[in-house]
């Protein structure tokens, strides 16, 4: 079938035994839809218009849905949908921008950013209840963290100039903290919920510095340095203070 209208508007209409089914309308503003059924369940349909925008949509009797959508401005959507409950989602920008998104049933959702300047940024999640990040930036900078449903955090940053940093966080309380420069200096401290704390410091030139304080009252400090030279100092709640110096050479104190 075929018909014309002085509008402008032309309508086209076909059916074939096999039944599949096509339909075809244009309009005078520039506006053109198709539409085709087969009797498999399948569906596709596609809309044109003026403005340059494009969409797109298939239908299959598995349950899948794809769909897109592109505009003049240089903006592309896409979505996908299964009957397993997987969905997954792209939207790309002229602007250099990249988006994408993945759920599935079992609860897993993923995320993925990317920018023309270089910037990626993922997201996972579960539904377990653990979440993880990551972003990268094109300085070289790196940062990540992961968080579980038990209450454990940790989180890592790394940057160009060789600088690295770590921490994580234990339900219990406990602390831990690290930090590398690329000096060749090293940081670590751990703190307990039993108010206990610990700390250590090494530097490249070969000085290690110690300190523990715990809830009770007691500091003990450490120092020794590449000149073969060791100090320790220990103060107790009782108030007593001991100390010791000890040098390779061969000078000793107390």
Known sequence: MLEFRRSGRLQM??????????????????RLQM?????SGRLQMLEFRRSGRLQMLEFRRSGR?????????????MLEFRR???????????????????FRRSGRLQMLEFRRSGRLQMLEFRRSGRLQMLEFRPSGRLQ???????????MLEFRPSG???MLEFRPSGRLQMLEF??????????????GRLQMLEFRPSGRLQMLEFRPSGRLQMLEFRPSGRLQML??????????????FSGAFRY
């Open 13 to 30: 209409l076909e059916f074939r035994r096999s039944g599949r089914l096509q339909m075809l309308e244009f309009r005078r503003s520039g």
């Open 163 to 165: 600088r690295l940093q």
């Open 234 to 247: 220990e103060f107790r709640p009782s108030g007593r203070l001991q100390g010791l110096w000890f040098s």
């Open 65 to 77: 849905l794809q769909m897109l959508e592109f505009r003049r401005s240089g903006r592309l959507q």
């Open 144 to 154: 990540m963290l992961e968080f579980r449903p038990s209450g454990r955090l940790q």
């Open 84 to 102: 397993s409950g997987r969905l997954q989602m792209l939207e790309f920008r002229r602007s250099g921008r990249l988006q994408m998104l993945e």
């Open 35 to 39: 539409l085709e059924f087969r009797r």
């Open 181 to 194: 420069r690329p000096s060749g200096r090293l940081q670590m401290l751990e703190f307990r919920p039993s």
